[in-house]
């Protein structure tokens, strides 16, 4: 994405209420045809609108202050992009720490290793286009070569990470693969989470982060001897020993992967308890990622109902009244809700709706 080059230069460039009411218009189009397409309520679309606008002013504000010669100039341009990295970011934590439960620390630091790169060569491009547009606009065109250079490393670097996802993604199917009592379950799991998460209005990056991590949370169970991961009766204590590692070998691997940097502790944390009994930390309540909440629900509900060598899965009805009467004990309340409420059809009996809503789901998102 180029959106961070095309903001600085809209702040820049143009005068400070000018570029105020552009990053406006161009973010409200921009969030209203992503998020109203997943339902999100008009205050996410204005929260994602008023990011822009303030980001946008202050930079500007910046931008426009007095200068004497290029070299004052130039120090403004780059005090700009600081004061709009650093603006970006805030708000950034101001948005999402409330809605993910994140530490904001976390949010900064994730930010800067998975961003960082690609923030500061878009900041250093418009740097050179507002120095060429205010020295020589015929400048611009020497501009030409670095800035298709540049565009064709975003191009390969988004390359790069659908190729890399899509890895992960073959290696979380096969872990499915390796147990034909849960084959498709990561699939299932996502289109669960999408359910939770479209009930809850929530749209935007870290929402497909929550996604991308669904897809993959069981991929640390590649690691698990088949002897304990297809046993066909319940495992001894050291066997659950060592199935609970899975989700912090998940991690580890994932860990490798700097597009997964924010992932990795959503699918560290999926086993993690309301009230701190889960795995492997301990965690509880809000400390507990958002995201691994949201995935916790999806995969007890998943597992409860699917079939296992040693029981038959649950009836969808006996499932859903277990995730409401450990509702705020095993798993966050406001995720549960959501979860029950995406069942629930007007005039429509809740299990034979919940029932027919999993059958659609396995018939979309078993592999063919």
């Not at 934590?93 to 994730?110: K, N, R, S």
């Not at 798993?331 to 409420?341: E, S, Y």
């Amino acid at each position: 994405s180029i959106t961070t080059l095309l903001l600085y230069l809209m702040a820049v460039v143009l005068p400070p209420p000018l570029a105020a009411l552009a990053a406006g218009v161009s973010r409200l189009v921009a969030e209203f045809l992503e998020r109203h397409k997943r339902g999100s309520l008009p205050s996410d679309i204005v929260t994602g609108t008023g990011r822009w606008v303030f980001v946008a002013v202050v930079t500007a504000w910046v931008a426009h202050l007095p200068t004497a010669g290029e070299g004052g100039k130039f120090a403004v341009l780059v005090a700009a992009a600081i004061v709009m990295f650093v603006a970006d970011v805030c708000s950034l934590v101001f948005e999402l720490a409330p809605i993910f439960g994140d530490p904001p620390t976390h949010i900064i630091l994730t930010t800067i290793k998975s961003a960082g790169l690609i923030e500061a060569v878009q900041y250093n491009i418009g740097i050179l286009v507002a120095l060429a547009v205010e020295h020589n606009f015929w400048e611009l065109i020497l501009l030409a070569v670095p800035f298709g250079l540049a565009y064709r490393m975003f191009k390969d670097i988004k390359e790069v990470r659908h190729s890399t996802r899509q890895l992960l993604e073959s290696l979380a199917d096969a872990v499915d693969l390796r147990d034909p009592y849960t084959g498709g379950h990561s699939r299932r799991v996502t289109a669960y989470c999408e359910a939770i998460l479209r009930e809850m209005k929530l749209a935007g990056p870290d929402v497909d982060l929550i996604i991308s991590a669904a897809r993959v949370h069981d991929i640390g169970k590649i690691g698990i001897p088949d002897v304990v991961l297809n046993k066909p009766d319940k495992l001894t204590a050291e066997e659950w020993a060592i199935m609970t590692t899975h989700s912090a070998r998940g991690a580890e691997l994932l860990a490798r992967y700097p597009d997964f940097a924010r992932g990795v502790e959503i699918v560290r944390h999926h086993h993690e308890r309301w009230d701190g009994k889960g795995y492997p930390d301990g965690l509880a309540g809000p400390a507990i990622p958002f995201g691994a909440r949201v995935i916790a629900v999806a995969d007890s509900f998943d597992a409860m109902t699917s079939d296992r060598p040693y029981r038959k899965g649950m009836p969808v009805e006996k499932a859903l009244h277990i995730l409401r009467r450990d509702n705020g004990q095993q798993w966050d309340i406001r995720v549960v809700d959501a979860f029950l409420h995406s069942f629930t059809q007007p005039d429509v009996p809740e299990a034979n709706c919940a029932q027919s809503r999993l059958d659609d789901q396995v018939r979309l998102t078993t592999p063919v």
